[in-house]
C-alpha cells in the first residue's frame, strides 16, 4: 500500500482543516488506518485510528470532540476533519496503514505499522 496524505496548511486558532490520505494498490479495505502527528524534538504521537469497515475509531483524548476520522473503502482514501484547531495541534501529520490481528483493534503504537505516507503540515497560529 502506498499512502499520500493532503490537505495540511496554515490556519487560525479555532479554525478548520480536513486531511485526506489516498491509497493505493489492492486491499486497502483490509487495513487498519491511523493518523499520527509528530513535532520537532517529540515521538510520533497517535492522534485518531479506523478499523477495516470504519466500525470502529478511538481518538487520542485531547482531541476527542473536535476531530473526526472516516474512510471510503471503495474511493481508497481516509480523512481527517479537524475543527477548532488550536496552536498545540501544529505538527507534521501523517497516515499509516496496518493488517491489524483482530477486525476491530485500533493500534496506537507506530512500530507496528507497515506502511507511512510522506506526512503533511499543520502549522496553527494563535
Known amino acids: 500500500v502506498q499512502l499520500v496524505e493532503s490537505g495540511g496548511g496554515l490556519v487560525q486558532a479555532g479554525a478548520s482543516l480536513r486531511l485526506s490520505c489516498v491509497g493505493s494498490?489492492?486491499?486497502?479495505?483490509?487495513?487498519?488506518m491511523a493518523w499520527f502527528r509528530q513535532t520537532p524534538g517529540k515521538e510520533r504521537e497517535f492522534v485518531a485510528g479506523?478499523?477495516?469497515?470504519?466500525?470502529?475509531?478511538d481518538y487520542l483524548d485531547f482531541v476527542k470532540g473536535r476531530f473526526t476520522i472516516s474512510r471510503d473503502n471503495a474511493e481508497k482514501t481516509m480523512d481527517l476533519q479537524m475543527n477548532n484547531l488550536n496552536p498545540e495541534d501544529a505538527a507534521v501529520y501523517y497516515c499509516?496503514?496496518?493488517?491489524?490481528?483482530?477486525?476491530?483493534?485500533?493500534?496506537?503504537?507506530?512500530?507496528?505499522?507497515?506502511?507511512w505516507g510522506q506526512g503533511t503540515q499543520v502549522t496553527v497560529s494563535s
Open positions: 479506523i478499523n477495516w469497515d470504519g466500525s470502529h475509531t
Open positions: 499509516a496503514a496496518d493488517l491489524p490481528a483482530e477486525a476491530y483493534y485500533i493500534e496506537k503504537t507506530d512500530s507496528k505499522y507497515d506502511y
Open positions: 494498490g489492492r486491499a486497502f479495505s483490509s487495513y487498519g
